[in-house]
């Protein structure tokens, strides 16, 4: 009896001492363990007369209830400590500032691209894509440029070796007027589209890459003419450049695709070095810079297209987003553009927090 009592005050000493999960499993085992005392003492009640079995059973079970308890307690204690530990351990403080400077940035162009699409989808625009890998009907044919035409010439195709199952040239898009054809024959008329994207070229100098991006403009409706284009065109400079002495210049030009066509000028300055849009072109100290080509959709595109050119009209065009990017940011040399130097990206790149939006103002730089 005495021996039980003190066996079990002995055992809920141990227990309460226990500094972790391993001693006291130890505990557990040398009391309510198959081997352990307690374990071993019930079984020896089997042997016993009745009477002996009353009064040794309930010391017995006494102890086990109460060395059961104690261990359930330190144990859940152990637990609540180790998560406590382990919460204290990998606290993270959002408050704190970072510790490395963020990196990676908004390319230039990747900006300009969206600040194009927010400015076009306030003027009623969609954003259109087609594929980078063409075929010469859509790049071409579709658009006024057969075969024989010199103005295919012009393009410097990359082509691929292979044909498509049909027959056709494959190549890299030379621009991105294929989308015109594409949009026209998905949706029909009427349409307002936007369509910025890569394309291809065999060129390259200061102001020229053999990749590139342009943005297509697309709007077919009845009665559009001329003067929709230059006000859709002026009406996105001012947005763009954030400038309202934007002044553009649309000099008689020739593309297959647009009757008439004509290629957009606008108007900058020097200043330091650096090109500054704004003014007019013929002002002291000013001059033109080409950023596109345009015109009214070729009656001959819109049959191609599917479209009866006795009942829609439109006007096209197509803008180096490159160009107006430099125009916009200060870069003088397209090439440093595609040559991956984290330099410049640092220098000229923008915050992934920058979203361009007409309320906050699309140019703004975080
Ligand atoms: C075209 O590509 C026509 N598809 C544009 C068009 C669309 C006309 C719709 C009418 C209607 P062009 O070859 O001129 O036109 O190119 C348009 C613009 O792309 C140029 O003004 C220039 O800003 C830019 N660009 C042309 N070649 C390069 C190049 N190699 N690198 C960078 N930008 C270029």
């Not at 071409?140 to 056709?168: I, Q, S, V």
């Not at 024959?185 to 990749?211: E, F, K, N, W």
């Amino acid at each position: 009896m005495t021996d039980i009592t003190s066996q079990t005050e002995a055992a809920l000493a141990a227990i309460a001492a226990a500094s972790d999960l391993d001693a006291l499993e130890a505990e557990r085992l040398e009391t309510l363990g198959k081997k352990g005392w307690v374990s071993l003492a019930l079984k020896t009640l089997g042997g016993m007369s009745p009477e002996e079995r009353n009064a040794a059973a309930p010391a017995i079970q006494s102890a086990r209830a109460s060395i059961s308890e104690a261990l359930d307690a330190r144990k859940a204690a152990l637990e609540a400590a180790a998560l406590e530990e382990q919460l204290a351990r990998e606290t993270i403080d959002l408050t704190l500032p970072a510790q490395a400077a963020p990196r990676g940035s908004v390319h230039p162009v990747s900006q300009v691209m969206d600040e194009l699409a927010e400015i076009f989808a306030d003027l009623g625009f969609a954003v259109a894509t087609g594929p980078e890998i063409e075929d010469d009907w859509h790049n071409f044919t579709a658009l006024n440029m057969d075969e024989t035409h010199p103005a295919r010439a012009m393009h410097d195709t990359f082509y691929f070796a292979d044909k498509t199952t049909d027959g056709k040239d494959v190549l890299l898009r030379t621009h991105t007027s294929p989308v015109q054809i594409r949009a026209m024959l998905d949706q029909g008329a009427p349409i307002r589209i936007i369509a910025p994207g890569r394309v291809y070229r065999s060129d390259s100098d200061a102001t020229h890459t053999p990749m590139f991006h342009q943005v297509e403009g697309l709007v077919i409706d009845r009665d559009i003419h001329l003067g929709h284009l230059k006000w859709t065109l002026e009406t996105f400079f001012k947005a763009f450049f954030e400038r309202e002495d934007i002044v553009l210049r649309l000099r008689p030009s020739y593309f297959p695709f647009t009757e008439p066509s004509v290629e957009v000028d606008v108007g900058y300055s020097n200043e330091g070095g650096r090109r500054v849009v704004g003014g007019h072109g013929d002002a002291p100290g000013h001059a033109w810079m080409e950023i596109g080509g345009s015109g009214m959709v070729n009656a001959r595109v819109l049959e191609f297209a599917g479209l009866d050119p006795a009942a829609w009209q439109g006007f096209a065009f197509g803008l180096g987003i490159d160009r107006i990017a430099m125009l916009k940011y200060g870069m003088n040399d397209l090439r440093a553009f595609f040559d991956g130097d984290g330099r410049w990206l640092a220098h000229y790149g923008f915050s992934p927090f920058d979203q361009p939006t007409l309320s906050a103002g699309v140019g703004a730089r975080a």
